[in-house]
Nanobody
Framework: QAQLVESGGGVVQPGESLRLSCAASGLVFSAAAMNWYRQAPGRQRELVAAIESGGNTNYADSVKGRFTISRDNSKDTAYLQMNRLKPEDTAVYYC??????????????WGQGTQVTVSS
């Protein structure tokens, strides 16, 4: 069955960096749009960054210029490089594989999440 496993979260100070990874299995990774969402306590889950199967990317305004999403189809892995982290970036970060725009595959899959805490 399809599985997404996030890693790389942790506790950092403001201004520092983290790189999150999302390892996929049991699905056709190259055909999926890969997304990173986050959810802070008391807030709705929000889309942070997205990368289409063809490589086009989109970012939330709050992270533009600081975060970079990428994917390595040879490793079935997506990444989120987070630089110049701020306390307001503190949240649980979730990886998502989305076939909504695929003509061949269906489904939306979620990882279990990884905690990112930015605090001095």
């Amino acid at each position: 069955q399809a599985q997404l496993v996030e890693s790389g979260g942790g506790v950092v100070q403001p201004g520092e960096s983290l790189r999150l990874s999302c390892a996929a299995s049991g699905l056709v990774f190259s055909a999926a749009a890969m997304n990173w969402y986050r959810q802070a306590p008391g807030r709705q889950r929000e889309l942070v960054a997205a990368i289409e199967s063809g490589g086009n990317t989109n970012y939330a305004d709050s992270v533009k210029g600081r975060f970079t999403i990428s994917r390595d189809n040879s490793k079935d892995t997506a990444y989120l490089q987070m630089n110049r982290l701020k306390p307001e970036d503190t949240a649980v970060y979730y990886c998502n594989a989305d076939y909504s725009h695929s003509h061949k595959y269906t489904g939306v899959y979620w990882g279990q999440g990884t905690q990112v805490t930015v605090s001095s």
